[in-house]
């Protein structure tokens, strides 16, 4: 059945009159009306299962009754007060629930920021100031969000950069490490961690080791297509920081609070950074980001070189205090682990039949389903994506790609059994569709996406 989207097209129409076209990368006119737990109701009367958990950061579900509870309590008492100048308890509680639940048997402090753009512009200043090092290291495929610090960082779109540079200088890119789109050509079986030894060459001839204050990933790297590293890579990276005294930097933005099926990805390698930049899901929709560093780290940073008029605020601090509390008494990670098996067992039985089906891989409910036009080729198939997802709209599940053809699927921790698998029958039907010519072009003309 068509979805109405009279009152959504409506909004839409206006929408493209007065808002910024750089802050949109549209995919459906999807105007949300309200949600709860998994399900969402657009203006249209229109339901959908939501897969994508706006962008990662719903891992709560939508409107989570402890949460909202706790936003009610608190805007009833105080919606804000100067945490700059002075102090709120809750800022403090919730920063001492993070240095707690993150990883590493050392001193942490916190830095309480507004998204995770902000988080990453946090991590170089402290790596910076600490080290008293200029050069920062990230990867090519990255995303660390639209400032100027964390676009700086990224390397993953030109219209990102165009027209706007000068961007931060002394910011290298080294290849990300990919096992299924292997920069140097490998494969995985035979591979000797090239990307590695080219980090290690770079050392050796144009980039001074000891100029180096940090080296920022993404343990696994969302935007790029849910890309895992191998232990051997993240073991052999950590240790060239240790080496060098080079600050060991890992954004969560994405993949933290529960995602992965722990609370934070990088604890997949049993690694503990010096240094970690949180946002996204950490307050269930609320803006918040929070960078948790050794003290040390946190403590070289001077007065007032991170300082935001309503960082840590207390209604957001509330809410990211409650979606902790949620996480771990609904045992979300546990069931972030189970519906994430589910999901990559379905997928694993229409890769038999299908042969757009390339890869499947990610962590818990972080999932990347890759579609190719051939299997040994690895050529991209952009129009599947396009078409099975917009094919899925209509059909009332809510999923986007990324990279141009990664089903990107990230449902809120709290999804049922029951919707899962609905959501996936829909999902296997659209892939038959598609498979047998079924999906019109109109999608391929409405979608922009990234």
């Given at each position: 059945m068509e979805k109405n989207v009279n009152k959504c097209e409506e909004i839409v129409e206006r929408d493209e009159k007065v808002i910024s076209k750089a802050s949109r990368a549209p995919y459906f006119p999807v105007v949300m009306k309200k949600g709860r737990g998994s399900i969402i109701e657009d203006m249209d009367g229109n339901e959908y299962i939501d897969l994508f958990s706006s962008s990662a950061v719903l891992n709560t579900g939508h409107s989570h009754p402890k949460v909202v509870a706790a936003i009610k309590e608190q805007v009833d008492n105080f919606i804000h007060f100067s945490t700059d100048y002075m102090y709120a308890e809750a800022q403090v509680k919730l920063a001492e629930m993070l240095t707690d639940i993150t990883p590493g048997d050392f001193d942490k402090k916190v830095c309480f920021g507004l998204s995770g753009s902000d988080g990453n512009d946090c991590a170089i200043k402290l790596a910076r100031s600490y080290t008293g090092r200029s050069k920062i290291i990230s990867f090519i495929g990255g995303y660390h969000g639209s400032t100027y610090g964390a676009l700086s960082l990224s390397a993953i779109s030109l219209n990102m950069r165009r027209k706007i540079g000068p961007l931060l200088p002394e910011i290298e890119h080294m290849p990300y490490p990919d096992c299924y789109r292997c920069a140097f050509n490998k494969e995985r079986e035979n591979c000797s961690l090239e990307c590695l030894e080219y980090m290690k060459m770079a050392f050796e001839n144009y980039i001074p080791a000891e100029e180096v204050a940090g080296i920022m990933i993404e343990p696994i790297a969302g935007d790029l297509g849910f890309i895992i590293p191998p232990q051997e890579y993240m073991d052999g990276l950590y240790k060239l920081c240790k080496e060098n005294g080079i600050l060991f930097m890992v954004d969560e933005v994405q993949q933290g609070f529960g995602r992965t099926g722990k609370w934070f990805s990088i604890e997949h390698f049993n690694i503990a950074p010096d240094v970690m930049v949180t946002g996204k899901s950490i307050a269930s929709g609320l803006p918040m980001s929070a960078v948790i560093a050794r003290a040390e780290i946190v403590d070289s940073l001077n007065m007032p070189a991170h300082l935001f008029t309503v960082q840590g605020n207390s209604t957001c601090a509330?809410?990211?205090?409650?979606?902790?509390?949620?996480?771990?008494?609904?045992?979300?990670?546990?069931?972030?682990?189970?519906?994430?098996?589910?999901?990559?067992?379905?997928?694993?039985?229409?890769?038999?039949?299908?042969?757009?089906?390339?890869?499947?891989?990610?962590?818990?409910?972080?999932?990347?389903?890759?579609?190719?036009?051939?299997?040994?080729?690895?050529e991209r198939n952009d129009d599947a994506a396009i078409k099975i997802t917009y094919r899925c709209w209509q059909k009332g599940v809510l999923l986007i790609f990324l990279a141009e053809n990664i089903l990107r699927i990230q449902p809120p921790l709290v999804i049922k059994k029951s919707e899962l698998e609905k959501a996936m029958n829909i999902l296997e039907e659209t892939i038959e569709e598609y498979s047998l010519g079924k999906i019109s072009d109109e999608a391929l003309d409405m979608v922009t996406g990234w």
């Open positions: 509330r809410a990211a205090i409650a979606t902790i509390d949620v996480i771990k008494e609904e045992k979300l990670m546990l069931n972030a682990k189970k519906m994430g098996y589910y999901i990559k067992k379905r997928f694993s039985l229409m890769e038999k039949k299908y042969d757009i089906i390339g890869d499947i891989r990610g962590e818990g409910l972080s999932i990347g389903i890759e579609l190719v036009k051939d299997r040994e080729t690895k």
